[in-house]
């Protein structure tokens, strides 16, 4: 069953995500709602992150902030969740620690663990699990009134499967490397059942309202090219086939996907092929080089200004601007969102998001 929502007053980013030419290029940034904003501190106060996620009204306020406070800049809004959600529906405790991050208290040590074969064994039920998110998309589309689009998303079953056996945040990646090269194929079984489960959290994500997807695999990076192509890639071209196949067996309108493969500067070819309308890129590409190795595919790419660049002089982030710009949208007036490479950062000036995107308008006007 399709909801009804007010039409689109701005569909820039759709477009652009289709391949479509465009008057100039759609922007949001990868954590704009989040806590570089003042206002996102004010409204969370001290409640939990994930007691946040779970009331729909403030998760939705938490949506609109960037919204409202870069109106006439800002082309799309990205649903207030977290990636982690995913294996708390699949059983597992995720909390969140007040400036440190996520924390599993129980993480996934071995396949010979008990908790191995019940996570595999269980039948994870989304929509039961996961109803607060979806909520939180009907709602926060009602709020938004057409104004721009509203992107839903979830991790990769790579970066999900790292936070699921790493138990938090990481540098060394010890226990995911562990897995890969001790028990690739007990790995390779846990990252095909986390794969059906995002293309069902993202299928319910669409039903309730989200116009768009983004698979977030910050961790790409962390692997080679040739461990990408085993542990990663395979499970992100499921999602982008399975996706619009259980869509269409809802009965709903296909939607872009966007793939951010973070770090995998060596698999933007093989993105280009696995079926996203888009490929987000991290700041470690030169745009005009990731616009040859495109080609005349017709993948729209996203990104990638370093995030750090938010902390420079007002000319320092203008020059950041410029190399995206002189890249990626010159001589081409199509395929480009114009995106940070990754998160905005804690600590930045919102003044100065606000002075990036007015650059990016700025140099690409016609
Ligand atoms: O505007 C938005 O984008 C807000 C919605 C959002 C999204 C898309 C949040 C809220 N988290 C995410 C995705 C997410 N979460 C990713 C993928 C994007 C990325 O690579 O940045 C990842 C890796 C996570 C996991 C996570 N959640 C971390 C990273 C920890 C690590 O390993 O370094 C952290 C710090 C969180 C908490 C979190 N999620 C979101 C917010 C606003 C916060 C901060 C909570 C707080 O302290 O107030």
């Not at 938010?310 to 001589?331: H, R």
Request: net charge negative; glycine share 10%; with cysteine.
């Amino acid at each position: 069953m399709e909801l009804k929502f007010t039409p689109l007053k701005n569909d820039l980013l759709l477009r652009a995500a289709r391949g479509e030419t465009v008057e100039r290029p759609p922007m949001w940034v990868m954590r704009q709602a989040g806590r570089y904003l003042p206002e996102y501190h004010e409204a969370k106060g001290g409640r939990d992150f994930f007691e946040t996620c779970r009331d729909p009204e403030i998760a939705s306020t938490l949506t609109l902030q960037p919204v409202e406070r870069y109106a006439g800049l800002l082309d799309a809004a990205i649903i207030f969740s977290d990636i982690l959600v995913i294996p708390q529906a699949m059983g597992m405790v995720v909390e969140m620690i007040d400036k440190k991050g996520p924390h599993f208290p129980d993480p996934l040590k071995t396949p010979a663990d008990e908790q191995y074969a019940e996570v595999l064994a269980r039948d994870v039920d989304v929509g039961k699990e996961l109803g607060y998110v979806y909520k939180a998309i009907t709602l926060t589309r009602k709020k938004l009134d057409g104004r721009v689009p509203l992107i839903g998303f979830c991790g990769s079953p790579w970066t999900l499967f790292c936070y699921m056996v790493e138990g938090g945040g990481t540098k060394l990646f010890a226990q995911s490397k562990t897995w890969v090269y001790r028990y690739p194929e007990e790995t390779k079984k846990l990252l095909h059942k986390i794969s059906d489960i995002c293309v069902d959290h993202l299928a319910l994500q669409v039903q309730a309202g989200a116009q768009l997807v983004q698979v977030f695999d910050s961790w790409a990076g962390e692997l080679g090219p040739a461990t990408f192509k085993e542990f990663s890639e395979p499970f992100l071209a499921h999602i982008a086939q399975k996706l619009p196949e259980k869509l269409r067996s809802m009965g709903l309108d296909v939607v872009p996907m966007i793939v951010f493969p973070k770090g995998a500067w060596f698999a933007l070819d093989s993105m280009c092929d696995i079926g996203y309308d888009v490929v987000g890129l991290d700041w470690l590409y030169d745009p005009a080089d990731a616009v040859k190795v495109r080609g005349d595919r017709k993948v729209t790419l996203q990104g990638n200004a370093d995030p750090g660049c938010l902390y420079g002089s007002k000319e320092g982030i203008t020059k950041a601007v410029q190399t995206m710009v002189d890249g990626f949208w010159k001589g081409q007036g199509k395929g480009w969102i114009a995106n940070l490479g990754h998160g905005i950062t804690p600590g930045v000036d919102p003044d100065n998001l606000k002075h990036f995107f007015e650059e990016i308008h700025r140099l690409t006007k016609n």
